[in-house]
């Protein structure tokens, strides 16, 4: 099934770069045509720019006869390559119905009136144009057209480069999933890779926010996105920057800056469309891409952004390269009145308000309003592209990213039906936790979500219901476990509906309301090849490792050691997962709780809240170590890697926590170079 995505994904692309332009018999058409309309023929020119060539019998016996020579120069079977030109004299010559009859027959008696080439005279007679000057002509096409199909070609190793990390990624998730890995990571060199390139954060933070100026925050990608995304870049420029053919006669072109301003503003035009097709891919949710190489959500979103900004250096080139061409040729105001240039230019200028709508700053603070003008923007920039192309080509690129978009769309829709309208049961918890248990339907078909998958949920109140929010969620068979922490936005809207029924009711911050649930999303972490096991999670990131913790205690065969650390700020988040942490109970997890508030008199349960939150403590008590104060990570990895055996560390929790981890695991690899350390985090954010 993945194979046969991944060999159609690759037709997809092969397809769309398909169309050759540099052929020997199209340039000679346009060589000949180019030439030939330029003399002066003893007929009336109609409004069309070839009707002379098209109508007039010694100009089109000309035209023909020039064809046949500049295939008999290249040593083409002429014959066949004399036929195979009449498309595109056919095309050129559509309004004038000529047929491949007339053409061949224009050849023969053509050739019984030749005369030499006179740029002088009223011509009434068909002529020849000599070898030198078609050879040139020819020549210049081809640096033209030559140019369109390189810049194809380059198109197709720039999908093809990304193709190729995917599947190189596929593999290693493979060897996870195989236990390949724990062989491979016994090796030093690949420790060091890992240590010092794969794993560690850029500069610190990954999941947490970067800070620049006000507007300029957003997340960084890792170090290894961050080796993918700059050598996409370079490739990129490279392609850009190299492989074009330069006419020495500037036959077609006034001089050499027109002719490289036209080349490459056609290359980076060619290049920017093919970005279309990663772009929408990497932003799907329902995306094979994830399956086939475990990439999270955030990495794929990640690539997204980093795309669609090399997309973005590209078409400014594009813009700034025509312009040029434009002011040079002084056709300008001529350009500006063709349609196809109006949307060129619109499609600029919506692709460059869509990046600055884009910021981080707008998607933290705006998410559902960046969400929905991202979307419009980015459809009328297709649209305008569209339209830009239509009568040059390349709308494969275009076709092949609406069919991506349009699929994943129906996957979703099919999505949410499988799961079907349930009813939830919300209770509030402390100030602002909510948890909401999601019962499953009898289904024809087992919906199942793994530990550490997430869910969209859509919640069917008049104020919110066409949002969808992603939330880890814990799978326990009958139903959903899901425990959200109100924000602002659509969740502080369910926290509402919860009080305002608990004001109505006599069932204390409780309610019911519709969902619908999207997914699930998202891999597993394939923990139960491991020995030994280290949850590091925190706050909202509970879910996922309990699910874990819950499903590897329930079938372990062999003895491993499990070591769950659970950091949180307030006891609220273990009162919203009580029934799952009792799970843990009479299992051989090492459950250890680091409660971090600071302040020494805010002990357990000081917190205003509707439940007494230390009667959560002697609950958990008998089975978990409670300690005051942020776990030392390092020492707590340094513990785990004293038992024998390959460890498996995963993490889920607050952003800074979570690189925090990220960074200490990865030098902890580089220190332990021979030990089997493998690293999984499950926190996400976009
Ligand atoms: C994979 C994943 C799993 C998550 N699991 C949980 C969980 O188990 N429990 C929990 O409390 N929270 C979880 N979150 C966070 C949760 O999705 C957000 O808190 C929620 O979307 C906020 O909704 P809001 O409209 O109230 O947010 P707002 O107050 O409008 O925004 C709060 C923050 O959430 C971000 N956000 C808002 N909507 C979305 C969205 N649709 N997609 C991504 N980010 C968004 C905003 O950028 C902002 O940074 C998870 C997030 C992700 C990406």
Redesign the pocket.
Known sequence: MMISVVVLCWNLVVVAAAVRHDRLEVNAVQACASMLNKLSWDFEPGLNYFSTLCEYEPALGSWSICVSDVLDDSGLAVDEYFNKSFETVGSICSSFNVSLEQYTESLHNASRYLQPFDRHSTLHHPVSVDKTLRTRVVNAFHCFTGNLDRSDDYSVVLCAYVGIVLLICACFRFFDLTAINAYLFRYKFMNYIRGYVALPTLNGTHSAEYKSWWCLSGLLPSRLETCHIACFFLLNIVLLSTGYEVDHYNVLFDGKLVQLCRYVGDRSGILAIAHFPLIILFSTRSNFVECLTGFK??TLIALHKWIGRIMVFDVLVHSIAYTAYALLTHSFLMSMGEWYFRFGVLATLVLVLLSFWSLGYI??????VF?YLHIFMAVAFFFSCWKHIQSIGWTNWIYISLAIWIFERLIRIIRILHFGVATANIQLIGKDLLRVTIPKKSQFMKWRALPGQ?V?LHFMDPM?FW???????IDSGDELV???????????VVLKRVIEATQNSSDKFFTKMKVCVEGP??TTSPLHLFNNVLFLCGG?GL?GPLAHAIELSKSLKHKVVIDMVIAVRSLDILEAYINELLELQRSQVHLQIFVTRSAPTAQYGSISSNIHEQAVVPRLKPFATFHVGRPDLQSLINNSLSQNGPLAILTCGPPVFVDKARDITASTIVKNPTRVIEYFEEY???
């Open positions: 959500y955030s998607r933290k603070n705006h998410y559902e969400l997430y969209f919110i949002q969808s929010h992603p939330f880890t969620v899901v425990v959200l922490r109100a924000k602002k936005g659509a969740t502080n999303y998202g909202s879910p996400q954010c976009w």
